[in-house]
């Protein structure tokens, strides 16, 4: 559905990305009127730029695998990450439904997810990490909206700005959304607010995460933080502020080369051809090492193998198609071709593949295997993705206030809410952002219409 009948509904959700329409999904098992409400003419907001990895534990697809997993591994492998300093009751309870929801997602929305067993993400102890076929958000967004638009209770609305919350009594009544010059008042029992993080606003950024501002931002152009601004003024409460993930492997052509290439074996050195980090840390750390090299970039280089092997990522056969991936049947040639020292890269990589025993490199690295020619290479920055902080929320993504008392009406979701990565970029967990957005989309959707 496209268009509202009238302005008074059940459930209002701010944003129209992968959190947004799962708490759309999930409310349409007993609202009768749902609408989202997304800026931009597209759906999918951030989750489109993902690679899909939702992380979930004893799901029906690793025990189809034989992967033995449960919620407490995973528990602990994101506080092991982010050193427990995060809402661990939060992260809890979203361990413990993130099977429930992948598998709800499979069936309701006929996802064809496969559990990605080649390589295994750095700090997870077991694969379970969930994803479409082709890797990509693009193909998990089309799955939800088809399902979306098979049903007669959600509005998918967009062009549609929301510009501030109603407030009525101290409570939260609606929204007000911009439509072309019209303001109109949008009345509803419930408001989700999944409108994302603040990675685009650069005045919130110096105000609560420095660290991430120097990053060049390949976000969300839609991330101004209107949640956390809306959620100031009425009081509600703020964590994690200085949390953010970063990559590290975003190419010059604006395309992200996927971080399988640096866990399967390859290495990263700076363009004076030397390495500088372990790079099976997770690539929100690594880009903190990344950052402070010569003009903040590196270059990625690998073999014929894992080449090969990165060929099922649908971003990364887009960024060979457009020559971004470099080739070369000879290090001296592949140093010579990327404009790097030819004969620090040749030592580079004798040194790397001489600890190819076992035994730790100097930077307590353990290599499983020598880099064998042909070689490929290809030149990355690294960039901010998104924030990980924002409004307070308890267990049903319900929005507190600075006392931590309930805002009667009020959910936040995915990027609008606290994350669990702990602070600054190192508490990243590869799919912390997709776990918050896929699970708080379904908490927030059930819970929001339990309450009608």
């Known amino acids: ?12 959700i701010v ?10 999904l999930a409310a349409s098992q007993k609202a009768s009127s749902i609408a989202v409400f997304e800026s931009t003419q597209r759906f999918g907001g951030h989750t489109l730029m993902t690679e899909s990895m939702i992380p979930a534990a004893a799901s029906k697809f690793q025990k189809e695998n034989g ?8 528990f602990n492998d994101i506080l092991r990450a982010n050193g427990g300093d995060c809402n661990r009751e939060l992260v809890r309870t979203l361990c413990e439904k993130s ?5 709800w997602l499979s069936d309701f929305c006929n996802i064809d997810f496969e559990l990605v ?4 993400y750095p700090g997870h102890s077991r694969h379970r990490m969930h994803s479409t076929q082709n890797r990509t958000g693009g193909q998990l967004i089309q799955k939800i909206v088809n399902k979306i638009n098979s049903m007669g209770n959600i509005y998918l609305l967009s062009g549609r700005r929301v510009i501030d919350l109603i407030i009525d009594e101290h409570e939260v009544k609606g929204i007000k959304v911009l439509y072309g010059k019209d303001t109109e008042e949008i009345r509803a029992k419930k408001v989700i607010l999944a409108s994302g993080g603040y990675g685009a606003n650069r005045k919130l950024l110096e105000k609560y995460c420095k660290e991430a501002k120097e990053m060049d931002y390949f976000g969300n152009a839609e991330h101004r933080g209107d949640a956390v601004i809306w959620g100031e003024k009425i009081g509600a409460g703020l964590r994690y502020m200085d949390s953010y993930q970063a990559h590290s492997a975003v190419s010059k052509y604006g395309i992200l080369i996927t971080w399988k290439t640096m866990m399967n074996g390859g290495i990263m050195v700076n363009e004076i051809g030397e390495r500088f980090a372990d790079e099976t840390m997770s ?11 010569p003009n903040k970039r590196g270059f990625e280089i690998y073999d014929k193998e894992i080449h090969y092997d990165t060929m099922k990522f649908e971003e990364y056969r887009k960024a060979v198609h457009i020559g971004a991936v470099i080739s070369s049947e000879s290090a001296e040639g592949l140093a010579r071709a990327l404009g790097l020292n030819e004969k620090n890269v040749i030592k580079t990589i004798e040194e790397y593949n001489s600890y190819a025993s076992g035994v730790p490199d100097k930077f307590g690295r353990i290599i499983r295997k020598k880099l064998i020619p042909p070689f490929f290479g290809v030149e990355v920055y690294p960039a901010l993705f998104h924030t990980q902080g924002g ?32 602070h600054g970029a190192s508490g990243y967990l590869t799919g912390n952002g997709l776990l918050c957005a896929t699970v ?4 927030a959707g059930t819970h929001s219409t339990n309450q009608l």
């Open 117 to 120: 067993t080649d390589f295994l």
């Open 15 to 24: 944003g129209g990305g992968g959190s947004g329409l799962i708490a759309a």
């Open 440 to 443: 708080l989309g379904f908490i």
């Open 283 to 293: 690539y929100s750390s690594f880009a903190r090492y990344l950052i402070k090299q």
């Open 391 to 422: 409004l307070a929320i308890d267990i049903n993504a319900r929005v507190l206030s600075n006392n931590s008392s309930i805002i009667p009406n009020l959910y936040a979701v995915g990027d609008a809410a606290e994350g669990i990565s702990g």
């Open 99 to 103: 099977a429930t929801v992948v598998e």
């Open 67 to 74: 992967i033995e997993d449960s919620p407490w591994i995973m």
């Open 1 to 12: 559905m496209s268009k509202l009948s009238n302005t008074d509904i059940d459930i209002a």
